[in-house]
């Protein structure tokens, strides 16, 4: 095989993996917006199926109930992760693998397994019944994870001396991360916020044990697609995928914009 | 305040975090898994019976048995779709590669339900792809309705991701000059990736496999929705502890031996990584890490 074929080869496979990718995410948007669809061919253009999920009441607890743990899951994992990034990259201490390695353990642990381990630890140990909060307290174990590489691939491009050099002219720890390190790597931290949301908002394994009765998108969801799959299902996919492609696309941006680098 | 004060003090609410709310629950469903529930409640007695249960009931262990299957296939067929992505990502990527990098993973982050009910779109008995062959006048594919093919067709899709990331993650620290050396003292293209590139990206794609597999031998949602009546896992079985019949007890077993089953897949490709490095097939002369 030589250079050039074998080139062609690879993009041909990078088409086909966003055509994978993509495709079946493309399609269901396009069928949402369909009367018929089983077999939306040629198109017949209807609101229906949206205006339909709006009316429904449940999904609108749902979704509040969704953004809720999206949002605790976001602020204490992006809390964790920041902290912990800093301590590893600015003070290079001998504990710093070990402590990675338990902030990114989570990945290497089955989602269902921390879903039916913290379920079992709330219930038993602190006596505490399925709820919103104890449902962002196991999805925030595994965000953290997420956030923590976020935050640490962008931080590894600020320049630690600059906080040395506040604190040479007087300012405190707190001074200094609010005045230097925050405006400068606000963008990592924004990031893994929206990165660990999403994981959260969308998460079906680990909520689904932690909850108890209350639903989320995902739970609802689960139990429609229990009936086979419905209209209004499409709806919401389509309008999930949107919103997560449009906070994706600020992501991108974050991470382009990344933080000032002063060589 | 010395430096390490500070890091501790830094990482201590994140660890106290994980220690309690991941660590503790995991040691909890190890002690509860030597309980018994009945009627709903677990009782401490402390026995052997759900282990018993597990491993002398075929049924539990044909679900293991399938589960492994299924996750060694999809880690390859991942694998082996991965490894040239992410290689043209990061060579002739350029300025493009974040952006490429990032579209793969964008539809992890739409969650595991909404891209299984797209799939079960294309891929079911009344999904597109059937629908036009019946359409057509073709037969439809019945590997694509509900059975193994199409639960291990929606694992891929949804962690193909984790696998381009680990490998892109790994050659982006890798010199690609090292090829031009080895293409100049007279290796072929393909000599040149099982002697040079594999070899020094072995702990990435190790890395990658990994995160592949463990979720995928543990996946419950998939195969309930694409595995059709006889498609189901180990994680359904697992999941049913927890939801109809309430054997806690039992379930916390069967969660202690998925654990273990990971814990081993971990081993194994790790030591399959430290036997590449032993077995000679690094650059002669350079040093062993």
Redesign the interface.
């Given at each position: 095989?030589n250079?050039r074929s074998?080139?062609g080869?690879?993009?041909l496979?990078?088409a086909a993996?966003?055509l994978?990718?993509?495709?079946?995410?493309l399609?269901?948007i396009y069928?949402s917006f369909q009367i018929d669809s089983?077999?939306p061919f040629p198109p017949t253009l209807t609101l229906e199926h949206h205006t339909d999920l709006w009316q429904r009441r449940d999904y609108h607890a749902a979704l509040w109930n969704s953004v809720t743990i999206g949002f605790g899951t976001g602020l204490?994992a992006t809390?964790?992760?920041t902290?912990?990034a800093?301590?590893?990259l600015?003070?290079r201490?001998p504990?710093?693998g070990l402590?990675a390695g338990?902030?990114l353990?989570?990945?290497?642990?089955?989602?269902?397994?921390?879903g039916?381990?913290?379920?079992?630890?709330?219930r038993?140990?602190l006596g505490m019944p399925g709820s919103i909060f104890g449902a962002t307290?196991?999805n925030?174990?595994y965000a953290?994870a997420f956030a923590l590489l976020v935050v640490l691939a962008q931080f590894a491009r600020y320049d630690w001396r600059l906080d040395d050099a506040a604190m040479v002219f007087g300012a405190r720890?707190w001074r200094t991360f609010w005045e230097i390190t925050l405006p400068i790597t606000w963008p990592a931290m924004l990031g893994a916020f929206i990165?660990s949301f999403?994981?959260a908002?969308?998460?079906?394994?680990i909520s689904f044990?932690n909850l108890g009765a209350t639903p989320t998108l995902?739970t609802l969801?689960?139990g429609a697609?229990r009936h086979g799959?419905s209209a209004e299902?499409?709806a919401?996919?389509a309008i999930?995928?949107f919103a997560?492609?449009a906070l994706?696309t600020v992501?991108?941006l974050l991470?382009?914009l990344g933080t000032i680098r002063i060589d | 305040m010395s430096?390490?004060v500070?890091?501790?003090l830094?990482?201590l609410?994140?660890?106290v975090?994980?220690?309690v709310?991941?660590l503790?629950?995991?040691i909890?469903?190890v002690v509860?898994s030597f309980w018994r529930t009945e009627s709903y409640t677990?009782i401490q007695d402390w026995n052997l019976d759900n282990y018993a249960t597990i491993f002398s009931h075929s049924a539990y262990l044909t679900f293991l048995a399938r589960a492994l299957v299924m996750a060694t296939c999809v880690s390859l067929v991942c694998l082996a779709?991965a490894w040239?992505?992410a290689?043209?990502?990061v060579r002739?990527g350029g300025r493009y590669r974040?952006?490429?990098l990032?579209?793969?993973a964008?539809?992890f982050?739409?969650?595991?339900?909404?891209?299984?009910?797209?799939?079960?779109?294309?891929l079911?008995p009344?999904g597109?792809v059937n629908?036009a062959l019946t359409?057509f006048g073709f037969d439809p594919i019945e590997a694509l309705m509900y059975s193994n093919m199409a639960t291990g067709t929606g694992l891929v899709?949804l962690w193909?991701?984790f696998m381009v990331l680990a490998i892109y993650l790994s050659l982006l620290n890798f010199d690609f000059a090292l090829l031009d050396v080895a293409k100049i003292t007279g290796a072929g293209?393909?000599r040149a990736f099982v002697e040079v590139t594999l070899p020094l990206n072995r702990a990435g794609t190790a890395i990658g496999i990994?995160?592949v597999f463990?979720?995928t031998?543990?996946?419950?949602?998939t195969s309930q929705?694409l595995g059709g009546p006889d498609g189901a896992l180990y994680?359904n079985i697992?999941?049913r502890q927890?939801g109809s019949t309430g054997t806690?007890a039992l379930?916390?077993a069967m969660?202690v031996v998925?654990?273990l089953a990971?814990a081993l897949a971990?081993v194994i490709v790790w030591r399959a990584v430290g036997d590449l490095r032993r077995s000679g097939i690094v650059i002669k002369g350079a040093p062993k890490p």
């Open positions: 095989m250079h074998g080139f080869v690879q993009v496979l990078l993996l966003y994978f990718l993509y495709g079946p995410i399609y269901v069928v089983i077999w204490i809390l964790f992760a902290l912990a800093m301590a590893i600015k003070y201490s504990g710093s402590v338990l902030f353990a989570p990945l290497f642990i089955a989602p269902i397994l921390i039916i381990s913290s379920l079992m630890f709330s038993t140990v307290l196991a925030s174990t953290t720890p990165v999403l994981l908002f969308n998460n079906l394994e044990y995902p969801a689960w697609l799959i299902l499409y919401l996919a999930i995928n997560v492609f994706f992501l991108y991470l382009r | 430096n390490t500070r890091f501790w830094m990482v609410p994140g660890t975090f994980l220690v709310f991941l503790l629950p995991l909890a469903i509860f677990l779709y040239p992505v290689y043209f990502i002739y974040l952006i490429l990032l579209s793969t964008a539809p982050l739409t969650g595991e339900i909404l891209r299984v009910a797209a799939l079960q779109q294309i079911g009344i597109v629908m359409r899709y193909l991701p293209p393909l990994v995160l463990i979720p031998l543990a996946s419950a949602t929705f994680g697992l999941a927890f806690w379930g916390s969660g998925l654990f990971s971990l």
